[in-house]
């Protein structure tokens, strides 16, 4: 990323005369877009109030699944198998080689031996049988989890930045007898634990298993088997398939609260088989999944964003290439798998904007062609038109599209809100779709994506194919539905069962007409497209009686580039706000480099210039995007842990 727009000399010798002709060039005609639906009425108003997606055939039949064939994600693999005819399925690489690939047949093979092997440790076919995968994302994840289904077993997704104890709540609370590592990490953390955990009796390792993990896992009498361990032990005690029904459950996907104990949303194959539906059905015509289209799977498997997405690319027997699981060589990784399918998340989008404009800002000559640039792409993006082919994606826009790849033709930003700002220069800049989703884990994962071909910017677009979505009055925030504010309600196939084991949270968030309440507040735009424009959660009061939403303060600060992530806390007995940063480690190695300081975090963290120089960038970030004083961070703490790319 550092070395884009350093060959000054270059972009300089363009010359006044080849500015002109670009110019000249530029004005070729470009045919926009054609959106699926009328951009200007995208959703239907139903009797009840609720509203659903336009294209529809039946605005009351939601889409449940693509193919009579592919109700389950299991069936959604093995679907994947007979369209690519044994294809290429997912894809890893051994240090800095070429990416080399399983074939979906081999993966499903190897998947039925794992799931053979789970029965024969004592794990019972069925829902009732909770499996564990805690690794990071790479093929045998996939393989563990379709061994699961096989088998009608739930997958339980565990992740680093849930905390030791809230893994240890989670395997307790579902009395998993059997958890799959990666590393001997997670391993060591787990034998720690096991005291704890009377339930858990066999830990399945990816890697290999040392003599030492193996004496022991032996002294406190846990199994530890290795995973070719498990899938011979499955190979050789062969039991019949019992393969998930859409109706099983899937998977338990735990959420983070900020307060308690983490829940774990119930999700069966038809909620995650209809929501990647939905959402695929909304752009087919425009952009369609073939076997050889690729993902480069990096978000985290244990989010149903990810999931979801490549249960899709599964479905249409497209391939999955598996970063090395370090986030520093994800663009290399990238730019060797060259991925067409990109999900992604505004943290990473926001590191691209920030540095391909610090790049630039460099010289006054290079800042003044790039902004001539930008501003005619974003005038074509504008009326519709988006492509790579102009002589300005020629001369200026080739080497950050190249950052992605070079192949990248659909781009999906979810997990958090992406400034309208962003997503224009993005669209732009990239030359392809960048359509921004809004969603929960309580309806799987999407449940709102922008038309493809709908230039405007500043909302999430209507409501996919499989839900309805209906707003209701929150008066102690003066939003009404008479108004078309209100509180975001979702129904239909995508929707969660409940929470685990807690029926009283269950309750507090499904109504007695079986819809979901979200805490998001929204807007129907003129349009029928779905804004939103606040949150009822995660409000609190300080001293002096104003209210603050401490989500919305940090959708701000994320944004300053020596900031990787940012949690803003405050309390009814304080005036003021306290922001506690993850530093960004290559933006704070670059701010040290320039001082002479040394590159260490532990350092920095506990430097008062560096404090003062995020402090200052927040402020002017808080100040640029309307905050008022009280919503600005009065103090910073500087925390190192763990972090994760959404």
């Known amino acids: 990323m550092s070395s884009l727009w350093q060959n000054s000399a270059a972009v300089a010798g363009i010359g006044v005369a080849a500015v002109v002709s670009a110019v000249y060039l530029s004005k070729r005609s470009a045919a926009p877009e054609i959106p699926a639906i009328d951009i200007n009425h995208q959703s239907v108003e139903l009797e009840d109030g609720s509203r659903v997606h336009a294209g529809l055939e039946d605005p009351n039949q939601l889409l449940e699944y693509l193919y009579e064939d592919s109700k389950t994600v299991l069936e959604c693999l093995h679907r994947g198998a007979r369209v690519s005819n044994n294809g290429p399925c997912l894809g890893y690489r051994d240090g800095d080689g070429p990416y080399q690939w399983i074939h979906y047949n081999e993966v499903i093979e190897k998947a039925e031996a794992i799931g053979s092997g789970l029965v024969s440790l004592g794990c019972s076919p069925g829902e009732d049988t909770f ?6 994302n790479r093929p045998e994840w996939i393989m563990c989890e379709h061994a699961c289904y096989s088998y009608s077993m739930v997958v339980v997704a565990l992740y680093d930045t849930l905390g030791k104890d809230s893994c240890r709540y989670i395997l307790d609370q579902t009395k998993c007898t059997t958890a799959i590592c990666d590393n001997s990490e997670k391993v060591d953390s787990l034998l720690l634990q096991c005291d704890e955990l009377p339930n858990l009796r066999n830990i399945i390792k990816i890697n290999d298993v040392t003599p030492e993990e193996k004496a022991r896992a032996n002294k406190i009498n846990v199994n530890l088997l290795q995973l070719s361990e498990l899938e011979a032990l499955g190979r050789k005690d062969k039991h019949k398939l019992q393969p998930a029904t859409p109706n099983s459950l899937a ?9 308690g104990d983490p829940k774990g949303a119930m999700l069966d194959h038809r909620s995650v088989v209809a929501n990647s539906a939905g959402l695929y059905s909304q752009m087919k015509d425009s952009v369609r999944i073939e076997p050889n289209d690729t993902l480069l799977s990096y978000l985290p498997l244990a989010h149903m964003l990810e999931r979801v997405i490549e249960t899709l690319m599964y479905c249409e027997g497209s391939q999955v290439a598996f970063y090395r699981g370090d986030v520093k060589l994800l663009m290399d990784d990238l730019k060797c798998a060259r991925p067409t399918v990109f999900p992604c998340v505004p943290r990473l989008l926001n590191r691209i904007y920030d540095k391909v404009l610090a790049g630039v800002a460099e010289s006054w000559l290079k800042k003044s062609i790039f902004d001539m640039a930008l501003k005619y792409k974003e005038r074509e993006v504008q009326k519709g038109i988006i492509r790579q082919n102009s002589i300005w994606d020629t001369l200026i826009f080739k080497k ?19 400034s309208p700002k962003v997503l224009l220069f993005l669209r732009a800049v990239l030359g392809v779709p960048v359509l921004e989703g809004y969603g929960q884990t309580e309806a799987t994962a999407g449940t709102n994506l922008n038309v493809l071909g709908d230039p405007t910017v500043g909302h999430v677009g209507p409501p996919s194919m499989s839900v309805k979505i209906k707003l209701i009055d929150v008066p102690e925030m003066d939003y009404y539905i008479k108004d078309n504010k209100g509180e975001i309600c979702f129904k239909g196939p995508i929707c969660f069962r409940g929470y ?15 819809w979901i309440h979200s805490g998001d507040i929204g807007e129907w735009l003129p349009n029928g497209a779905l804004k939103i424009i606040d949150r009822i959660k995660h409000i609190f009061k300080l001293s002096q009686g104003e209210y603050v939403a401490p989500e919305k303060i940090e959708n701000v600060y994320i944004r300053c580039p020596l900031v990787a992530q940012i949690f803003v806390y405050g309390d009814s007995l304080q005036s003021y706000l306290v922001g506690i940063i993850m530093p960004d480690e290559e933006s704070a190695f670059a701010w040290a480099s320039k001082r002479g300081l040394k590159k260490d975090l532990q350092e920095l963290s506990v430097n008062e210039t560096f404090k003062e120089a995020v402090m200052t960038d927040l402020n002017r970030l808080g100040k640029e995007n309307g905050l008022k004083s009280f919503e600005q961070a009065n103090k910073i703490q500087f925390n190192l842990g763990h972090t994760c790319i959404q």
């Open 251 to 259: 998977t338990l996907c735990y959420t983070s609260g900020t307060t």
């Open 131 to 136: 499996v564990a995968i805690y690794s990071q």
């Open 400 to 418: 950050v599209q190249n950052l992605l790849g070079g192949r990248v033709r659909l781009l999906v930003s979810g997990a958090a809100p992406l």
């Open 500 to 514: 685990f084991g807690n029926a009283k949270k269950t309750a507090d968030t499904i109504d007695s007409d079986g």
